[in-house]
């Protein structure tokens, strides 16, 4: 059975930069991209960015271009996301997700297995 749990949530002010990390078990996880979501009080949950199996490939939300980072180690079957920049819009439960193939995906019907989720908070 696949199982992702995220880590690294936390308060932090805005400016600050936060770097969340799921570690994956029981998959092939080199098979499979990778994607982090978010999901805002009173909102639906989005994509944040997400990673091919080969780290070759990634997209990000307009939201944070150009303030996060989504990388693999797939040695240590984990996957990050630094987020630098922080604003109070980025608060949101951040949710990582195993695609069901090994290419970069926005759409969440291509994620089959998803984490628990990790609270970000960022205070003005």
């Known amino acids: 059975q696949v199982q992702l749990v995220e880590s690294g949530g936390g308060l932090v002010q805005a400016g600050g930069s936060l770097r969340l990390s799921c570690a994956a078990s029981g998959s092939i996880f080199g098979s499979y991209a990778m994607g982090w979501f978010r999901q805002a009080p009173g909102k639906e949950r989005d994509i944040v960015a997400s990673i091919s199996r080969s780290t070759r490939n990634t997209y990000y939300a307009d939201s944070v271009k150009g303030r996060a980072t989504i990388s693999r180690d797939n040695a240590k079957n984990t996957v990050y996301l630094q987020m630098n920049s922080l604003k109070p819009e980025d608060t949101a439960v951040y949710y990582c997700?195993?695609?069901?193939?090994?290419?970069?995906?926005?759409?969440?019907?291509?994620?089959?297995?998803w984490g628990q989720g990790t609270q970000v908070t960022v205070s003005s």
């Open positions: 997700a195993e695609a069901r193939g090994p290419f970069v995906s926005r759409s969440q019907s291509d994620y089959v297995y």
